[in-house]
């Protein structure tokens, strides 16, 4: 990745628009700009996770299709907690090296600490719910298949 030059930018606010809206690619959009072929690819997993969860409401629990669609959007919000949590922990220096190297350099302050612990806490509870859903699935699917072999 080349250093981006264009602006201030915010490791706080970075942080946070990950934490908020990193499913949509939002802090790579913040960071790198419309075109960055990464922040697109957050999108389109996030939106079969999401098309998972509708299903699920429409046809109820036994919808096999929407069990192979809600992980998607559980692993997505996992990945951006975890892309928080390297923004705030970044150190300063290397932050400004690469994103504000002629500009104002960036002082890591309260805001970036509590983004951090937030995406901590919701990260890895999103991951153990996603891991436990699919595992239960999995399951479950198990369970209902006929075992091979003479009967």
């Known amino acids: 990745m080349t250093p981006v030059s264009q602006g201030y930018k915010s490791k706080a606010l970075a942080t946070w628009i990950a934490l908020l809206g990193g499913c949509g690619g ?18 389109w997993p996030s939106l079969v996770g999401v098309y998972g969860v509708q299903r699920m409401r429409q046809f109820g629990v036994d919808d096999r299709l929407a069990w192979v669609l809600i992980p998607f959007l559980g692993l997505m919000l996992a990945i951006t907690m975890f892309t928080a949590i390297l923004y705030g922990l970044t150190p300063d220096d290397r932050w400004n090296a690469h994103f504000n190297p002629t500009g104002v350099q960036h002082r890591t302050g309260w805001a970036t600490i509590i983004g951090v612990v937030l995406a901590l806490v919701l990260g890895a509870g999103v ?9 239960q699935r999995y399951f479950e699917y198990q369970a209902d298949t006929p075992a091979p072999g003479p009967r």
């Not at 939002?26 to 999108?43: E, I, K």
């Not at 991951?127 to 595992?135: C, K």
């Open 26 to 43: 939002l802090h790579r959009f913040y960071l790198y700009g419309f075109r960055d072929r990464l922040g697109w690819l957050y999108v």
């Open 127 to 135: 991951l153990m719910a996603t891991l436990a859903f699919s595992a």
